[in-house]
């Protein structure tokens, strides 16, 4: 907890950013305006973020060294509990890959990015979801397994359609780069998802698409935009004893 200037106590959240930097800069300005919409006495949240190395963290990912990454992340969480954080949230898809390991290991709680986008895709009654993401999040087990759990399909795009995605999201959306032509590629595909495999959705499962597909307006299908969603669940967490 930390108490603000009228003395009313305020949780403190922890934030592991840095993992995706662009994005990192985005969650906090969704954090920012959501809480400043919902708190009844308006105002600001109390946060601290802890940018990690993303380098680091994808030679862990590419090397498929799970303990390395869980090792990684345990650390920051680890930090931001020394800090005071309440709770903490990894700002990325990615290191999702091995959440369960983590949250054993957090010395306090998190909040997880899969969970609340699960939820939200029940909210909406969706069934057949396509996944887009890095070639690491696309190609783990970690979205079908948790969406399983509410009868919920996740579909991922073919091999090629795979391949384009994890390399304009590491060559240009990772560096905040949004070229309409990749725009286009990806709504391509989620067409071709859609008339293919039968989704009636998409999850943005990178934070990085927030940037690029969270604001296109007449898509196909309905996005569910990662960032925005998890945002909205630390919300959540910072306003339950608000």
Same mark, same amino acid.
């Given at each position: 907890?930390?108490?603000?200037?009228?003395?009313?106590?305020?949780? *403190?959240?922890?934030?592991?950013?840095?993992?995706?930097? !662009?994005?990192?800069?985005?969650?906090?300005?969704? /954090?920012?305006?959501?809480?400043?919409?919902?708190?009844?006495?308006?105002?600001?949240?109390?946060?601290?973020?802890?940018?990690?190395?993303?380098?680091?963290?994808?030679?862990?990912?590419?090397?498929?060294?799970?303990?390395?990454?869980?090792? *990684?992340?345990?650390? %920051?969480? %680890? +930090?931001?509990?020394?800090?005071?954080?309440?709770?903490?949230?990894? *700002?990325?898809?990615?290191?999702?890959?091995?959440?369960?390991?983590?949250?054993?290991?957090?010395?306090?709680?998190?909040?997880?990015?899969?969970?609340?986008?699960? !939820?939200?895709?029940?909210?909406?009654?969706?069934?057949?979801?396509?996944?887009?993401?890095?070639?690491?999040?696309?190609?783990?087990?970690?979205?079908?397994?948790?969406?399983?759990?509410?009868?919920?399909? /996740?579909? @991922?795009?073919?091999?090629?359609?795979?391949?384009?995605?994890?390399?304009?999201?590491?060559? %240009?959306?990772?560096?905040?780069?949004?070229?309409?032509?990749? +725009?286009?590629? *990806?709504?391509? /595909?989620?067409?071709?998802?859609?008339?293919?495999?039968? @989704?009636?959705?998409?999850?943005?499962?990178?934070?990085?698409?927030?940037?690029?597909?969270?604001?296109?307006?007449?898509?196909?299908?309905?996005?569910?935009?990662?960032?925005?969603?998890?945002?909205?669940?630390?919300?959540?967490?910072?306003?339950?004893?608000?």
């Amino acid at each position: 907890m930390r108490v603000d200037g009228a003395g009313a106590a305020k949780r *403190l959240a922890g934030l592991v950013g840095g993992i995706g930097p !662009e994005s990192t800069i985005q969650y906090y300005r969704f /954090i920012l305006a959501a809480y400043r919409e919902r708190h009844p006495a308006g105002g600001s949240p109390t946060v601290l973020i802890d940018s990690i190395d993303l380098e680091r963290m994808l030679a862990a990912i590419t090397a498929g060294d799970r303990t390395a990454v869980v090792d *990684l992340m345990v650390a %920051e969480v %680890e +930090r931001l509990a020394r800090a005071g954080s309440a709770f903490a949230a990894l *700002l990325s898809n990615t290191p999702h890959i091995v959440f369960e390991d983590i949250a054993r290991r957090s010395p306090i709680p998190l909040v997880s990015l899969v969970t609340a986008t699960r !939820e939200a895709a029940t909210r909406q009654g969706l069934r057949t979801l396509g996944l887009f993401g890095t070639r690491f999040t696309m190609e783990a087990r970690f979205y079908p397994e948790a969406f399983e759990k509410a009868g919920i399909r /996740i579909v @991922v795009p073919a091999p090629d359609e795979r391949a384009y995605i994890h390399e304009r999201y590491m060559t %240009e959306l990772v560096s905040a780069v949004a070229k309409d032509e990749t +725009r286009n590629g *990806l709504l391509a /595909i989620a067409d071709r998802m859609r008339e293919r495999d039968g @989704v009636d959705g998409l999850v943005l499962g990178g934070t990085e698409l927030s940037m690029i597909l969270g604001d296109v307006p007449g898509t196909t299908v309905p996005f569910l935009d990662t960032t925005r969603i998890h945002a909205d669940a630390i919300v959540d967490r910072l306003l339950a004893d608000a």
